[in-house]
């Protein structure tokens, strides 16, 4: 149990994540879009007739699936409720504006289709948006997570490490971003609330906080990292100190000067950070 004074701890930090949500490869996506004609990762549809070359999945993801029944995200029924304002319609709803995310948009775009992404953080980035806890880094060489679709941008962009840290993997996701005009088709602070397929119009029906929307196809490319996780310890809602997620770090950043500190996890997060929070 947590010890609810001051006195014991001045700040808590949870180095904790919720791995349990999914995500569809882009380039698995894509393909399944070009080659196969799929209507989208869950829900059946007609093909779309601009069919284009393979497109590179360097993770040989397979072609995702539809599901034996009509799935609903956190189980949300709308479509007998439908809200006041116009839905928004597009081919293509993307959710998630990460690295996955931003290829999705820019290679669906170039198939001729209309897309919209919802990203409810105020940037591109994904995780590395939400992650800026002290020596966030990437543990992959940097060039890694240089796209290599675009030539242009291999020779634009130059890593400054190795192992870049999180303002710098940001800021790449950020080049790209205004490079190719990614942002005008980004509705940012925007989170999508339920979902729906709606067979007799082949649509889903998308509830978004910023109203409705409409498309033959939806991608979740929200990744596994980028949901925090709690857990549940006795006392954790009455501790009076200061408490901090490295997966909601604020941007600001924190002063732990003269602070007693714990960190709760050890995992790659908490790795990085305790020798920096220690110095």
């Known amino acids: 149990a947590m010890h609810s004074g001051t006195e014991a701890m001045a700040a808590v930090i949870w180095a904790s994540s919720d791995m349990v949500r999914a995500s569809c490869p882009a380039g698995a996506f894509a393909s399944s879009l070009a080659g196969q004609g799929l209507g989208s990762v869950y829900?059946?549809?007609?093909?779309?007739?601009?069919?284009?070359?393979?497109?590179?999945?360097?993770?040989?993801?397979?072609?995702?699936?539809?599901?034996?029944a009509e799935p609903q995200i956190h189980g949300r029924s709308f479509m007998s409720d439908p809200q006041s304002q116009p839905a928004e319609r597009h081919d293509v709803v993307v959710v998630g504006a990460g690295f996955a995310g931003l290829y999705l948009l820019h290679r669906l775009r170039g198939m001729g289709l209309s897309v919209r992404v919802y990203e409810r953080a105020e940037g591109v980035g994904g995780t590395w948006w939400w992650n800026r806890y002290p020596g966030a880094r990437c543990d992959v060489e940097s060039l890694q997570y240089s796209y290599s679709w675009d030539p242009e941008l291999e020779r634009d962009w130059t890593w400054s490490e190795k192992y870049a840290a999180q303002p710098e993997i940001q800021a790449y996701a950020e080049f790209v971003a205004e490079r190719h005009d990614l942002k005008r088709d980004i509705?940012?602070?925007?989170?999508?609330?339920?979902?729906?397929?709606?067979?007799?119009?082949?649509?889903?029906?998308?509830a978004t906080s910023a109203g409705p929307a409409e498309a033959r196809h939806l991608v979740l490319a929200t990744g596994c990292l980028s949901s925090t996780s709690l857990p549940d310890i006795p006392g954790r809602d009455a501790f009076r100190g200061e408490t901090y997620h490295t997966g909601l770090w604020p941007h600001e950043g924190v002063d732990f000067t003269g602070k007693k500190v714990a960190v709760i996890g050890t995992g790659s997060s908490a790795i990085q950070a305790i020798p920096i929070i220690a110095a």
Request: proline fraction near 11%; hydrophobic fraction near 35%; charge should be positive.
């Open 187 to 206: 509705r940012f602070r925007t989170s999508v609330e339920g979902a729906q397929w709606d067979e007799a119009a082949g649509l889903w029906r998308i």
């Open 43 to 68: 829900a059946p549809a007609p093909s779309i007739e601009r069919p284009v070359g393979q497109a590179h999945d360097a993770g040989g993801a397979q072609t995702p699936r539809r599901p034996a």
